[in-house]
């Protein structure tokens, strides 16, 4: 299964610039939420890896417990 999938429809969606459902033909921005405090997390790029970090919490949140939501894109 796809962790990238669209809420509407639950398809996989297509990576073209944005994330893409082409049963529904729309496209979705992927936003990372913080297991801890739901808000939106910052992503950082280090030495090739990439971390997400909560501004509210002030610290790094493991990936593997972050919730990913996808937001049409108007
Ligand atoms: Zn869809
Ligand atoms: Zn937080």
């Not at 299964?1 to 459902?21: D, F, G, I, R």
């Not at 033909?25 to 990372?32: F, G, L, P, T, V």
């Not at 405090?37 to 501004?55: I, R, T």
Request: charged share 25%.
């Amino acid at each position: 299964m796809s962790e990238n999938t669209c809420p509407k429809c639950l398809n996989p969606l297509v990576w073209q610039a944005h994330y893409h459902c082409l049963p529904c033909n729309i496209e979705y921005q992927k936003r990372a939420l913080c297991p801890d405090c739901g808000s939106e997390m910052e992503k950082l790029q280090a030495c090739g890896a990439a971390n997400y970090f909560c501004p509210r919490c002030n610290e790094l949140k493991s990936k593997s417990r972050i919730r990913f939501d996808f937001i049409p894109i108007d």
